[in-house]
């Protein structure tokens, strides 16, 4: 499993990410869905102070504290600098829970501000947060989850197996290898449509989808799904577009609303993923 998800538009968004144990947002149900496994979470990541985006943070510090688990692992807890409804949220629950048994850590981010999340073998990977226009006063963010590789350098590209292993028993493999980073995962956040430069190379898109249909926005504060087709065919290197954040009264349309503009994409190798409003997906 790579990613679990229940997001319902209005009511409930959260998304774990299992490969870095993180969870984005922290919608209601998150425990109770979750149960012992939010021993496994390290990091929660927020990206605005809505109430279906972080209602469940309180039931998550809580299960942690009291449930059988670990309790000598940290958690951090990573959200927009300068939010005010999420700091005074954490304020409360800090000021309710004054025995907590494990250390939960504060890190309010900036824009374009590198965080770690861990190294491993010959990668190293990194949340980076980037604004996103949502409702006029909330602080809003969208995630990239960067990571750095390791490829040949393009002088030795055209060598044979052979020859590259007898370079490197003479030199080292640093000496034929260089670095270059990749964008392993973008998440929106609540947003409108996110433009091609953002997107642009990103291996997983997690894009809020709000309206299958744009005559049913209202107000400019959502995506709608032909925004979001147009955006990604106007991109490169997407090879996979999760759409969460749905509004329920799409819960019987998905299929027929979305066909006609998911066909614009035939042309594109690209695995698409409706995230049902009704129902926890699992990937």
Partial sequence: MEFKIYSKALYSTWILYRPERLLFDVGESISSVLGNSVYAIKDVVLTHGHVDHIAGLWGLINTRNVAMGDRKKPLRIIFPRGNRAIQAYLDFIIGMNPRLRYEVILNPVDPNEEIFL????????????????????????????????????????SLDSNAIVELVKKHGREYITENFTKKVLTISGDSYALPPEIIDNSETLLHECTFLDGRDRKNQNHSTLEEIIENVKASNGIKRLILYHISGRYTTRIKRLSKDLIDKLEDRELEIHFVHPEKLFVL
């Fill in 118 to 157: 861990r190294t491993a073998g010959n990668f190293k990977r990194w949340l980076v947060p980037f604004r996103v226009r949502h409702t006029p006063g909330e602080i809003s963010y969208g995630y990239h989850i960067i990571e750095e590789r390791k490829k040949l350098k393009a002088e030795f590209r």
